[in-house]
């Protein structure tokens, strides 16, 4: 059997987007049910939660059946790798060290089967405006961190998921979500602008909720992983190419 490589982002599990959050987190057991045999490693490329803080003691509740498939993924030796997205980049230790889980909390380029990937949630690629990099400083600068874990954990995890479903909603009222084609993109301009010289054949990212396989004039490709909210998509490499792949299609009606 070939063993396979797949990535799946924003999930954003606890989100107020999800109409039925427990079958959301159902649907995303039985994928992970339908590729245990055949995946050599998983690549979660961020927002899997819509709001992820770890206190010492304390981590936010729910989000058990995901959480206990990707560990016993883990112990059957798939190797499952988690790179923190705007929503959850709050995680100091619990998903290594309980869930098995490799995190990443930058982009990466790896190399599979002698095909380059870069991989990155992209919140933070190609977007250089003064909102987003202060947010950003703030989001990933450890002394505010530690500033938020002195508050009490009811406190602090209520106001990071109240705060984080009202930024989520805002988005999705201004047509978020829809491909605003190649120039306007920011992590297609930015897969546009990198330097070739770095031979990637496979840029791969989240963030945008939008599914996306576009190729690149030098012959790279870029995918955009769509969602586990409205899409049910991911990609799969199958050691050659990857294709962009939907979940349950039976079910799922595919955007006009």
Same mark, same amino acid.
């Given at each position: 059997?070939?063993?396979?490589? $797949?990535?799946?982002?924003?999930?954003?599990?606890?989100?107020?987007?999800?109409?039925?959050?427990? /079958?959301? /987190?159902?649907?995303?057991?039985?994928?992970?049910?339908?590729?245990? #045999? #055949?995946?050599?490693?998983?690549?979660?490329?961020?927002?899997? &939660?819509?709001?992820?803080?770890? $206190?010492?003691?304390?981590?936010?509740?729910?989000?058990?059946?995901?959480?206990?498939?990707?560990?016993?993924?883990?112990?059957?030796?798939?190797?499952?790798?988690?790179?923190?997205?705007?929503?959850?980049?709050?995680?100091?230790?619990?998903?290594?060290?309980?869930?098995?889980?490799?995190?990443?909390?930058?982009?990466?380029?790896? /190399?599979?089967?002698?095909?380059?990937?870069?991989?990155? =949630?992209? #919140?933070?690629?190609?977007?250089?405006?003064?909102?987003?990099?202060?947010?950003? +400083?703030?989001? =990933?600068?450890?002394?505010?961190?530690?500033?938020?874990?002195?508050?009490?954990?009811?406190?602090?995890?209520?106001?990071?998921?109240?705060?984080?479903?009202?930024?989520?909603?805002?988005? +999705?009222?201004?047509? $978020?979500?829809?491909?605003?084609?190649?120039?306007?993109?920011?992590?297609?301009?930015?897969?546009?602008?990198?330097?070739?010289? #770095?031979?990637?054949?496979?840029?791969?990212?989240?963030?945008? =909720?939008?599914?996306?396989?576009?190729?690149?004039?030098?012959?790279?490709?870029?995918?955009?992983?769509?969602?586990?909210?409205?899409?049910?998509?991911?990609?799969?490499?199958?050691?050659?190419?990857?294709?962009?792949?939907? &979940?349950?299609? /039976?079910?799922?009606?595919?955007?006009?």
């Amino acid at each position: 059997m070939v063993k396979k490589i $797949y990535f799946v982002s924003d999930a954003h599990f606890g989100s107020l987007l999800a109409k039925d959050a427990h /079958e959301q /987190e159902r649907k995303m057991v039985r994928w992970l049910d339908s590729i245990r #045999d #055949d995946a050599d490693e998983l690549f979660l490329l961020g927002d899997l &939660f819509d709001f992820w803080f770890e $206190y010492k003691t304390v981590v936010p509740k729910g989000f058990v059946r995901f959480l206990g498939k990707l560990a016993e993924l883990s112990d059957a030796g798939v190797k499952i790798h988690f790179f923190t997205g705007n929503h959850d980049i709050w995680t100091f230790g619990y998903l290594e060290q309980e869930i098995g889980l490799t995190v990443h909390r930058k982009p990466e380029i790896i /190399e599979r089967n002698g095909k380059r990937f870069f991989l990155a =949630h992209g #919140d933070r690629l190609g977007d250089h405006s003064m909102s987003v990099r202060v947010i950003q +400083a703030i989001f =990933h600068n450890r002394f505010c961190q530690r500033l938020f874990e002195l508050l009490p954990p009811r406190l602090g995890l209520g106001f990071g998921l109240a705060w984080s479903r009202s930024n989520r909603l805002k988005p +999705a009222r201004r047509g $978020y979500a829809k491909f605003l084609g190649e120039d306007k993109e920011t992590l297609v301009r930015f897969a546009k602008g990198y330097p070739e010289s #770095d031979n990637i054949d496979f840029f791969m990212f989240g963030h945008r =909720h939008i599914v996306l396989d576009l190729m690149l004039k030098n012959s790279s490709h870029i995918y955009i992983l769509g969602d586990w909210i409205t899409h049910f998509s991911y990609a799969v490499f199958d050691g050659v190419t990857v294709s962009l792949e939907y &979940f349950e299609t /039976e079910t799922y009606t595919k955007p006009v």
